[in-house]
């Protein structure tokens, strides 16, 4: 790794004994730089990595004084080695074990004892992601169809009393209803203060911390030094509880901003998204990366806005005859298939997104005519232009990502990862025309969201050699994407 200014600082930082927040722009080398930082110090450390995968790198690039680990691996040696120990049971089983035998109407829809009980088991997950220390109304997530927020607060009601009784059982799971699992011993663990025997501790993908170990990491502050790393922009798992905790960390903050992995005509397109991101960084290309923009007949990664783009591309791959992968699996795609299959016959699903609807007449009514359902509605074109089954025998064909010849993912799940070629989808579409014109009397655009910005710089930047804008060349035209620099 060469020894960049940079670099040179955060060392310098890391020495001083500094509480430290480093802003680490897509492929400027972040856990590399951690572990150059490790191996100039004899103290022990501690790295805290976001994921299994990311934990057994790092210890071979990691010195032996410092212990590279998940924070649910941290739990489960402190607590959860107790518990796991559980059986499987269906929701609908624990829910009658915590008291719901019957169903019961919300404005105008019905909620089974099903759907209750699986409300019931997703508030506990969403408690156990946050720092509160007890269960509220906040944590009960928003069902379709029940988007108002009285009508939210009606259903909160219901079923809180419910998540206390679950909670309070899982402190005891020999003899409790709901089945302990990996995020309970989490919880658990977090609300017993643990202190984490260390001199120093480094947090990995900071953006994507959820508040639970966001805690925990703060709270060591009065024994050890805190070094966290990541990229403030990249924070789009903020939906499922992920909270970025860089910007207001209380310590030295500092960036690396040069990144390796592609040159300067790249970093140009990603310092346009950083920029409508309002993002501390801009990045700076290696101009011995000759990356290029363009089109692109074969790219080796596909890149879309949903997950129903991503299917509808995976379709248009295997009619065209390639051996197609897709990145974490079909699991996801499969069941949305298998819930829209379940509504045209008739029957009720449990999926959680369309729990409430009784038919897919009434699905489709929803996501044409509800503002709060119109994200379904690439869903229900897609259903209903190709038909259930052939999306379940397109996903039957699918082919593991090491033997396709094009991999093909939604932004989301393409975060951290890269590839020689990559093609953005067509449906990452502009935002809508506002009611003003500009002096040429064409509609101004609309201004784009932060976190859209923020998952087409994911996008752009997972490129090594060559970009297709395709489905984001419209920024090239949008008065924001035009900002001058800074």
Sequence with gaps: MNPTDERTAAADAFHAGHHLALQAGAGTGKTTTLALLARTTTRRGRYVAYNRAIAQDARTRFPDTVQCKTAHALAYAAVGHRYLNAPRRPAWQTGQALGIIKPIRIGERDLSQKTLSNATLRTVAGFCHTADSAVSHHHVPHLRGLEDRALHAQLAAHIVPFVEKAWAGLQHPDDGAVRFDHDHYLKIWALSQPKIDADFLLLDEAQDTNPVVEQVFLDQRGHAQLVMVGDSVQAIYQWRGAKEVMTGFEGTQLVLSQSFRFGPRLAQEANRWLAIAEAPI????????????????????????????????????????????????????????????????????????????????????????????????????????????????????????????????????????????????????????????????????????????RLAYVAVTRTRRRLDLGGLSWIHEHPDGNRPAR
């Design 282 to 453: 801009r990045l700076t290309g290696t101009p011995a990366v000759p990356t290029e923009l363009g089109h692109l007949v074969r790219p080796d990664a596909v890149l879309c806005r949903t997950n129903v783009g991503a299917m509808v591309h995976v379709m248009d791959l295997l009619a065209a005859g390639y051996r197609v992968g897709l990145a974490g699996g079909g699991d996801s795609l499969r069941a949305l298939a298998l819930a829209a299959r379940d509504l045209k016959e008739g029957r009720r699903t449990s999926h959680p997104e369309l729990v409430l609807f009784p038919s897919w007449g009434e699905l489709q009514d929803y996501a044409a005519h509800d503002p709060a359902g119109r994200d379904l509605q690439p869903l229900v074109d897609l259903v209903d232009t190709h038909g259930t089954e052939a999306i379940l025998a397109a996903l039957a064909h699918l082919t593991p990502e090491q033997q396709a010849e094009v991999t093909v993912s939604t932004a989301h799940k393409a975060k951290g990862r890269e590839w020689p070629c990559v093609k953005i989808a067509d449906d990452f579409t502009p935002p809508k025309d506002t009611d003003q014109h500009d002096d040429s009397g064409r509609p101004v655009p609309g201004p784009i969201s932060d976190s859209e910005a």
